[in-house]
């Protein structure tokens, strides 16, 4: 093992060795991506081959067989000319467009089990090409990219009923309209239907993570029941978070019922707080989002009129519990304690 050099550790130097893993880094990236484009123009040729070949011979599938056989003979040692491979290479050109002579992007830049992924799960160009962009812009892994899609996030995205365009410049209006979506899904929870508020939060921050990723990119949790002081007064705010693109806090108001209009008000007066007490000289003006289990589009549209702080109105959806089979399943409690005697008994055995 090498010894490790003793020089003196300044922010300087500090400083330095940041800058160039992140210049190295991106080097990689930059790296990876031209490969996987110059992949992806190769089975985009070989596509677009097949199909010319298959319309001059009129030979079909056997053409796609015995160009995989001639291929895989060729290069041992390369993956990827497998007839079923071949196929997908010339569906792929069939489905964003024989007319082209290269692969379009972004569907060059993307690896090619997610190009299969999206071809095989969307029938629409135009959603194709959605998802293929938010894939590269959020970096969704291909389980990711299959759970988007099945839950249809194209057309929740930018559904959601708020102020924005009237209290918010272009293009910050537009920005946030499209981070919110309309119904949420928490399918990774499973409540009761009269389920409480506090419940509802504490699942979602008990699954953070999945909870994020519903929420959508740029999304920073900074706590739950988040408390804030006026005028001698406490209040505790259900969810706050932090969107990094949209450079300003947001506040989230938990409903396990449909929407009240007293609910803006009530988002409103935090939204003022937050806006006093935490925002800073170049953060933007806080958002507030209530999710509520249902809600009227136009008692949503009258309660926000005349309110001035941007507030958007969406739903949500969570996996329903019968509540009688609730009060049959084991509390977390009592499942760890349960855990424990069996690790005591596993212990003692030892002994024996």
Excluded at 79 to 95: C, D, E, H, I, P
Excluded at 178 to 190: C, E, H, N, R, S
Excluded at 231 to 252: A, E, G, P, S, T
Aim: hydrophobic letters at 40%; one cysteine or more.
């Amino acid at each position: 093992m090498s010894k490790e050099l003793a020089i003196p550790q300044t922010s300087e130097y500090r400083a330095f060795l940041v800058d160039l893993k992140q210049r190295i880094h991106t080097a990689q990236m930059r790296s990876a991506l031209a490969a996987n484009a110059e992949l992806m123009g190769l089975y985009w040729y070989i596509g677009r081959s097949i199909i010319s070949l298959q319309q001059k011979k009129a030979r079909g599938s056997a053409v796609v067989k015995q160009l995989s056989f001639d291929l895989m003979n060729a290069y041992p040692g390369i993956s990827g000319f497998s007839r079923t491979n071949l196929f997908a290479m010339r569906q792929m050109v069939l489905f964003f467009g024989p007319d082209s002579e290269i692969v379009p992007q972004p569907v060059g830049q993307l690896p090619w089990g997610h190009i299969r992924v999206i071809m095989a799960k969307t029938k629409e160009l135009s959603t194709a090409e959605y998802y293929a962009k938010a894939t590269l812009e959020y970096g969704w892994t291909r389980n990711v990219l299959v759970m988007q899609i099945e839950q249809k996030l194209h057309k929740r995205e930018g559904n959601a009923v708020s102020n924005f365009k009237k209290v918010l410049p272009a293009p910050q209006s537009d920005l946030a309209q499209q981070t919110l979506k309309d119904p949420y899904l928490f399918d990774f929870l499973t409540l009761e239907k009269d389920v409480k508020e506090r419940e509802i939060e504490r699942q979602l921050v008990q699954h953070i993570a999945r909870f994020l990723l519903e929420l959508g990119k740029g999304f920073a949790f900074m706590g739950s029941q988040y408390h804030i002081h006026i005028n001698k007064k406490d209040y505790y705010l259900d969810l706050l978070f932090y969107h990094v693109q949209l450079r300003c806090f947001i506040v989230i108001e938990l409903k396990s019922g449909e929407f009240k209009p007293e609910y803006a008000g009530k988002i409103n007066f935090y939204l003022s707080a937050v806006d006093d007490l935490m925002r800073g000289e170049h953060d933007q003006p806080s958002i507030g989002i209530i999710l509520c289990k249902d809600r009227d589009r136009l008692d949503v549209e009258y309660a926000l009129r005349d309110i001035h702080k941007p507030i958007g109105v969406s739903t949500f959806q969570f996996n329903e519990m019968p509540s009688n089979l609730q009060a049959q399943l084991p509390t977390v409690e009592e499942l760890e304690q349960e855990l424990a005697g069996l690790e005591e008994k596993h212990d003692e055995s030892q002994v024996e």
